[in-house]
């Protein structure tokens, strides 16, 4: 009956014009938990706040995986409704607490702590992760009103109403809208090959329940977006897109829990682009590789993205497996890397970088106006290995990197590692690029370990 509810009110408000500081929520379905340690309002309506637990036995993950404190015990706290204009939110908290932080940094966020109370002010939608001393995080996920109703939905279009659907995994078809509106729970995952023309969006959720692997798979088609939903709580790689062209994410918010939970790969795919998106995963959060050694990898955006690598994780990498002709003309831009942390075979991860593990010649990429809040192991790291790895023999090589108005804020090294004079990093560039307070002009010994098959650094 709530869900009916929800629905007729969500028609009769989309069906009003908008107003500033308009709130939309929707019930959650009786099987989803809601949280009795926060409650939250905005402009003084009500918020559900769904806690998201991982369903995994740590017994049965890997000892590598077990031996990070950190991944026992996850526990996510998640508000997720629609708005538009200006926001006043109200977080109360059930237990006692001293400390608030609040990210994006970037966002400069203010809270106001009152007795049991966090106040603060939005200018509109985002995606905030909140952290109240040690208790479990709280994730603030405020999405753009949307312009459809049922009503306007096209006829190839299947519908995912609120609650919860059973459904496996779903096989796309081409020339086809899959849409899970606010409050629906798509248990199982997508598998697509050799489709083009398709639309998966809404406000819904597709919910692994960790025994879904590689959630979302699409193979070899085009013209695919994902758009304003949540993806999380699989096994494995939460996105996964071998040989496609003309992909877009827009506004998703992916979820990981487990090893190897990496939130999007582009595996040998073209004009891909994610934006507007939020990841908190126990992998890395976007991954661009190339294991098929006939594939082109190219022309990939990453802007206005949230990566929190909460275990074993980069916020973005390209790598390991580079075993394709080129990866080529990668931007990422305007991101917040909140966490990166964890050992890998490279001795442990980075805020973001490349890690060459391949025959693939990897050049023209650009890091412009990014932030990385916490302290990492490093800072960013350019590395050809030997190829053996995940990759084929021989190894390959780096070229044309640069690096544009990126702050880090904690001083730790920076790796640009050739593997030999055949194999190696040339013409990487830092401008404007600062460690703390400090602007970036030099090799500084301090900072830098680079061997002898680099060339090329500059600073400007």
């Given at each position: 009956m709530?869900?009916i ?5 969500t ?5 009003c ?23 939250l ?13 991982p ?8 000892e590598?995986?077990?031996?990070a ?10 508000a997720d ?11 109360k ?5 001293s ?5 994006p ?17 939005l ?8 952290r109240i001393d ?11 009103i949307e312009?459809?109703?049922t009503?306007?939905?096209?006829s190839?279009t299947?519908y995912?109403?609120p609650?919860?659907?059973?459904t496996?995994?779903l096989?796309?078809k081409?020339?086809e ?8 729970y ?5 598998r697509?090959?050799?489709v083009?023309?398709?639309r998966?969006y809404g ?19 085009s ?12 096994r494995?790689?939460t ?5 496609c ?33 939020f ?16 594939l082109l990898?190219?022309?990939i955006?990453v ?5 929190i690598?909460?275990a ?11 075993n394709?002709?080129?990866?080529r003309?990668?931007q ?37 106006n990014i ?5 990492v ?5 350019l590395?050809?290995t ?7 023999n021989?190894p390959?090589?780096i070229?044309?990197?640069y690096l ?14 050739g ?13 404007n690029?600062?460690?703390l ?7 500084d ?6 061997n002898?098959?680099?060339s090329?650094?500059?600073f400007?």
């Amino acid at each position: 009956m709530k869900c009916i509810l929800m629905v007729f009110i969500t028609l009769h408000l989309l069906s009003c014009s908008k107003k500033e500081g308009l709130v939309m929520t929707h019930s959650l379905p009786d099987e989803i938990s809601e949280s009795s340690l926060y409650s939250l309002r905005v402009n003084g309506i009500k918020v559900p706040i769904e806690v998201l637990k991982p369903n995994m036995d740590m017994e049965k993950q890997p000892e590598w995986f077990r031996s990070a404190p950190y991944v026992h015990d996850q526990e996510i706290h998640i508000a997720d409704f629609s708005a538009e204009g200006e926001l006043s939110m109200e977080l109360k908290i059930s237990e006692s607490f001293s400390e608030v932080n609040i990210s994006p940094k970037s966002r400069q966020v203010s809270p106001v702590i009152k007795e049991d109370r966090i106040s603060f002010q939005l200018k509109g939608p985002d995606k905030l992760y909140i952290r109240i001393d040690s208790l479990p995080e709280f994730c603030l996920f405020v999405n753009p009103i949307e312009d459809k109703t049922t009503d306007t939905l096209l006829s190839n279009t299947r519908y995912f109403g609120p609650g919860i659907h059973r459904t496996g995994y779903l096989e796309l078809k081409s020339n086809e809208d899959i849409y899970l509106a606010a409050g629906a729970y798509v248990l199982g995952g997508v598998r697509g090959n050799g489709v083009k023309d398709v639309r998966i969006y809404g406000r819904g959720v597709i919910e692994g329940e960790f025994k879904h692997r590689r959630m979302v798979l699409i193979e070899n088609s085009s013209n695919i977006t994902i758009e304003g939903i949540s993806i999380r709580n699989g096994r494995g790689w939460t996105n996964t897109l071998t040989n496609c062209d003309d992909v877009k994410f827009d506004g998703v918010k992916v979820i990981g829990f487990g090893p190897s939970s990496d939130g999007i790969n582009p595996l040998g795919s073209r004009n891909f682009e994610i934006k507007n998106s939020f990841f908190r995963c126990t992998d890395d959060c976007i991954a661009i590789k190339s294991p098929d050694s006939t594939l082109l990898t190219e022309n990939i955006t990453v802007t206005k993205n949230t990566m929190i690598g909460y275990a074993f994780s980069d916020g973005i990498t390209i790598g390991f497996e580079t075993n394709g002709p080129e990866i080529r003309n990668v931007q990422v831009k305007d991101c917040d890397i909140l966490i990166a942390r964890g050992g890998s075979r490279v001795d442990g991860h980075s805020a973001f970088s490349i890690i060459c593990d391949g025959p693939a010649w990897i050049h023209d990429i650009v890091y412009e106006n990014i932030r990385v809040e916490e302290p990492v192991r490093k800072l960013f790291e350019l590395h050809v290995t030997d190829g053996t790895d995940y990759g084929i023999n021989p190894p390959g090589r780096i070229s044309d990197v640069y690096l544009k108005d990126v702050q880090w804020n904690s001083k730790r090294p920076i790796i640009l590692s050739g593997y030999n004079s055949s194999h190696d990093i040339d013409n990487v560039t830092f401008e404007n690029c600062f460690i703390l307070d400090t602007l970036l002009t030099s090799v500084d010994s301090t900072i830098f370990n680079i061997n002898e098959f680099v060339s090329g650094v500059s600073f400007k």
